[in-house]
């Protein structure tokens, strides 16, 4: 089959499709028949799974992990690449009370298991609103929707020989993916794995270090319970682990934490050597305090005050903004808000990542993306 | 000619405006708080069963060369397209669902089931049509450029063609549309466009292409031997659906009462106004939940309008709150059966077809179009909304347009 032909036959489900779907072919061929929909608009109102227009999945199981935290293993539907890096992070849509609500989470699962099945784990924030709710119980069955997993945040391949893991509560998360990797190739190198946790029952994975560190020599696991014994002191890294400045670190957990790691590492000159993954966001609490607003596709991003409209902000940097009636009714200017918050002028909302947004009565809340 | 002076026209002082506008917005805020998981589920049971008529017409007519089957093939098809045109289509690229969050039933990813592609056809419509509402010379909707439907327009020649134009608009309503509104993206577009294809063209022609070889090609071909019975079956459907649309839309807003305002009425108009020109500028459609839901929620055009972005499932409550405004403020609520409002859409195309001294009446003061001036002609009756010491009664707009029928019978 000639490469055009192909490429012919697949178009019209080639540009709408989340991921990689395999079949295009047999799908761009009946699209012709079913546009302007694609074949999965009607698959999936059999089975959720059968669609590739956007990335699905299907929670099989929720286990918990500790009292505030579980673990939700997902089967990806079509178009899923199982391909992803340990490390690397992924958009869960979940559907409350009508609405989908995204977030983004580590991906605790190793890409290299045999079985088509993807897992988070989630620890329940005081205030975060979707990570309480999953949590406090999603049932097995639930039907997510999927972003394809990123971040930078990623073991590379092979794994450097000496590793140094820095990690905090639920920063383990991105964490255990990487040791599970390397566990499961069999290749754990020279590891040693600082976590904090206020108390024994919070340690997520528990068993697992224990597991792991009694398997291989080379895995040294050390479990600061902050409530008893305080905080890690950076300091007695010298006297505990004497090679840490040789070792690749990869460092998560809350943002005091990261802070300290990073101006620590800075000073001793091995800051090339650090890789850090922040999970919070710096948000604006009050109303009316902008931000940095980033149009991604146009790379342009401009200082605002929590006033002017995301629209105006975008036009006055000459970004060919979408616009339409300027007053909120027409949805000609709606666009992707991929990273950050902002405000509804009109009823005061916040939006946050994942959600499309009317640039015109929507200003920043804090430092955010705009696909536009 | 048309209505310049709203407030002068509605019997409101500009505070009456802005109480009336600030009583529409809280039900605007009390059906954005009260959205959730029950209509969430209400717009996913019709897209479900609006695809199952769908699979059930198409895979009926491949028993087309049995009467009964065709017939059924037909109907199902039929009203699978009016579902997927009006409560979908129309509503979903409004926004009406985008706060479902929802990639798949949001108003920037919907693609409809008609010759033109989406996006052209919200700016068209979303955006002229939805924001100068009745605006002689600025919404391309009154008469779609085709048709005289107020004489605040001058008449040409062209106009006596108009009782067959309107036949031909009704029969093939998707193209009148498709091109309508890439004559608008064109010329929003800028540049030089004459015998160069655009990509608003090019969008166009790949759009209008793939629908056409769906319906008149493919699904004939699949059924073989039944080609040109499934080929005249999709017909069918597509025009039952074309005269539906026409029939819903030209009741929304060209019965007599819908009325039409000057380019000065909307220069400087406040939030308030706006909502005023829209409730004055629609009209309903008398309608059960049925019927209602057969017009995309359309017989609810007066809501719509007011509310573009809600969604259509809450029309009907928006509805009552809408009627006991109108009842306060003396404001007139156009509505009447679908054979009614239909019929004074068809006496206005076929009157105005004629030059202007063939018409009686003013700008001023005619069935389809009036001013604030066709009361000052009149004596005797309200000038701003009062409440009547001897009865008690409010009076207002609502009466000053009773007096004033009841001074024109006399005067006959």
């Known amino acids: 089959m000639s490469m055009d032909f192909k490429k012919w036959l697949e178009y019209p489900a080639a540009e709408k499709s989340a991921g990689q779907p395999r079949f295009n072919a047999v799908r761009g061929v009946l699209a012709r028949v079913t546009t302007p929909l694609l074949p999965d608009d009607y698959l999936h109102l059999a089975n959720p799974l059968w669609s590739a227009r956007e990335l699905r999945g299907q929670i099989v199981e929720v286990r918990k992990e500790t009292a505030d935290s579980a673990t939700l293993v997902i089967k990806p539907g079509w178009g899923f690449d199982f391909k992803y890096l340990p490390g690397q992070f992924i958009g869960i849509g979940i559907r409350i009370e009508g609405r989908w609500h995204w977030r983004s989470y580590s991906l605790t699962s190793s890409p290299s298991w045999n079985e088509k099945l993807i897992s988070i784990t989630v620890k329940a924030m005081p205030e975060g609103f979707l990570s309480t709710h999953i949590v406090g119980g999603v049932p097995a069955g639930t039907i997510v929707r999927l972003a394809t997993p990123q971040g930078n945040f990623a073991l590379p391949e092979p794994p450097p020989r000496k590793i140094l893991f820095l990690t905090a509560g639920s920063g383990i998360t991105p964490v255990i993916a990487m040791l599970r990797t390397m566990d499961h190739r069999n290749e754990l190198p020279d590891v040693i794995h600082v976590h904090s946790a206020p108390t024994a029952n919070d340690v997520m994975f528990a068993d697992e270090l224990a597991d792991l560190h009694a398997r291989h020599q080379d895995f040294r696991s050390h479990v600061q319970l902050t409530r008893t014994g305080g905080k890690f002191d950076l300091s007695s890294l010298e006297a505990l682990f004497p090679d840490w400045r040789e070792r690749q670190t990869w460092a998560c957990g809350p943002v005091t934490m990261l802070d300290d790691i990073e101006h620590l590492w800075k000073r001793e000159g091995i800051h090339d050597r650090l890789h850090l993954e922040r999970f919070e966001i710096a948000r604006v609490a009050d109303t009316g305090q902008g931000g940095t607003v980033t149009f991604s596709k146009s790379d342009r991003s401009v200082a605002v005050d929590g006033a002017t409209t995301l629209l105006q902000a975008g036009e006055d940097q000459g970004v060919a903004m979408p616009f339409g009636c300027r007053m909120g009714i027409c949805q000609t200017c709606v666009v992707a808000l991929t990273e950050g918050y902002i405000r509804d002028l009109r009823s005061g909302k916040e939006h946050g990542p994942g959600d499309r947004i009317q640039t015109c009565i929507s200003a920043a809340a804090g430092d955010c993306t705009l696909e536009a | 000619m048309a209505i310049t002076d709203i407030g002068a026209y509605a019997h409101l002082t500009d505070a009456d ?118 605006i002689v010379g600025m919404d391309d909707d009154v008469g779609f450029g085709i048709l005289r439907m107020t004489r605040d327009e001058a008449w040409r020649p062209i106009n006596l063609l108009q009782p067959i134009a309107n036949v031909i608009l009704a029969a093939t309503f998707e193209w009148g549309i498709a091109l309508h509104d890439l004559s608008i993206q064109k010329e929003a577009a800028g540049g030089p466009h004459q015998g160069m294809l655009t990509r608003p063209d090019r969008e166009f022609y790949a759009k209008a292409g793939k629908q056409m070889a769906k319906d008149f090609v493919i699904y004939p071909a699949l059924t073989g031997p039944g080609f040109k019975r499934t080929l005249t079956a999709n017909l069918t459907a597509n025009l039952i659906r074309n005269v539906w649309a026409y029939l819903v839309i030209f009741c929304g807003h060209f ?125 005797g009756t309200v000038a701003r909304l009062r409440v009547d010491p001897v009865t008690g009664q409010r009076r207002g707009l609502r009466s000053a347009l009773r007096d004033a029928k009841v001074a024109l019978r006399r005067d006959r």
């Open chain 2, 255 to 379: 019965p007599d009462g819908a009325e039409k305002f000057t380019v000065a009425e909307f220069e400087n108009e406040t939030r308030a106004q706006w909502y005023l020109r829209q409730m004055l500028g629609s009209a309903n459609i008398d309608a059960g939940p049925v019927m209602a839901f057969m017009t995309g929620n359309l017989s609810y055009q007066i809501e719509h309008h007011m509310f573009p972005d809600l969604p259509s499932n809450r029309y009907a409550e928006i509805a009552e709150r809408v009627r006991v405004l109108c009842a306060k403020y003396d404001l007139p609520y156009t509505t009447g059966p679908l054979s009614r409002q239909y019929l004074l859409a068809f006496r206005t195309i076929h009157k105005l077809a004629l030059p202007d001294r063939f018409l009686r009446r003013t700008a001023d003061d005619a069935p389809e179009t009036s001013s604030e001036r066709k009361f000052t002609a009149l004596g």
């Open chain 2, 17 to 134: 405006i802005e109480a009336l506008g600030r009583e529409l917005d809280v039900i605007r805020r009390d059906i954005e708080e009260s959205r959730g998981e029950r209509d969430a589920r209400y717009i996913r049971s019709v897209i479900r069963a609006q695809r199952a008529l769908e699979i059930a017409g198409r895979a009926t007519l491949f028993a087309g060369r049995y009467r009964p089957a065709w017939v059924a093939g037909v109907g199902l098809l039929s009203l699978a397209k009016i579902i997927e045109n009006m409560e979908l289509g129309h509503n979903v690229s409004h926004g009406q669902w985008d706060w479902m969050n929802d990639p798949e039933i949001h108003s920037t990813s919907w693609e409809w089931d008609m010759t033109g592609p989406s996006e052209q056809w919200k700016r068209a419509h979303n955006y002229s049509h939805h924001t100068y509402t009745n």
